[in-house]
Structure formats: C-alpha cells, structure tokens
C-alpha cells in the first residue's frame, strides 16, 4: 500500500483534497475522508459544495453510496480502498486501504514525523513525502 504524506502550505486543505479526490473519483475508486473534528469535517462538506477545481464531487456526511465519504473513522461505509486523514492524526488502520492521504500542517508535523518513522520498514508500505513551494506545485521530497 502506498501512503503519501501532504504537508499543507499555499493552499487550504479543501483546495487539495478536492483534487485528489477527482483524481481518485477520475480513476474510478472512492474516498473516505477521515476527521476526528466536527467543525472541520462541516467545513469540508461545505467547501466541497462550494466548487472545486474540476467540478462537482459528488460526496456526503452518511450513505454507503457516497462516492467521496466524509466520515469520523476509518471504516469505509462507501467501499472506499482510498483514504484521507485530514485532521492531522494518522490512524493505523489506514494501512488496510490500497492508498492513504496523510494531511498534515506547521501545527502537526511532530506527529506526522512520528507516523512517517512508524511506517518506515513495515512490510508492504511505501512512503512518500509532498510538499508544496510558493508557486502551488508540489514536488516530492522523500
């Protein structure tokens, strides 16, 4: 399984989930998007109704037949094989994903450092690590 870590910068975290879940949704897969924070999971919802780079995404709070499902653990009630921790807090039970978003920011980049080491060596996980530069692109940095 393949976990990228994404350390926010430039943009907001809506503005980057948004297009990776139209890559996922593009590709034909589903999403989990995975927050322990009420407020953040609305705010999601919400900006996610705003627009988004390529469109709408179709997705929800509830309902197994969400294709981008915005839920408060790890189970993916949608059949999601892709998942979105959002809230800065890694969850091991992502590795049973095919593919894991780790979103992280300057407030938790001890933890994320911390899930990176965990990770590191586990049988069957390849890590990867993204940052944005102040132009908007992402570049991978390990």
Not at 68 to 73: K, Q, T, W
Not at 111 to 130: I, K, P, Q
């Amino acid at each position: 399984m393949q976990v990228d870590f994404y350390q926010l910068g430039r943009d907001p975290l809506v503005t980057v989930l948004a297009s990776i879940a139209a890559r996922v949704l593009a590709g034909g897969g589903r999403l989990l998007v995975v927050t322990g924070d009420d407020d953040q999971a609305r705010a999601i919802d919400e900006g996610l109704w705003a627009g988004s780079i390529d469109g709408f995404l179709p997705h929800g709070r509830d309902g197994a037949d969400q294709p981008v499902l915005i839920a408060e653990s790890c189970d993916p009630a949608n059949t999601a094989r892709h998942v979105a921790l959002v809230d800065g807090v890694w969850r091991d039970e992502a590795c049973g994903f095919d593919r894991a978003f780790h979103f992280f920011d300057d407030g938790s980049i001890e933890a994320a450092r911390a899930a990176w080491r965990g990770l590191r060596g586990r049988d069957g996980v390849e890590s990867r690590y993204w940052k944005q530069d102040e132009g908007g692109r992402w570049g991978q940095m390990a």
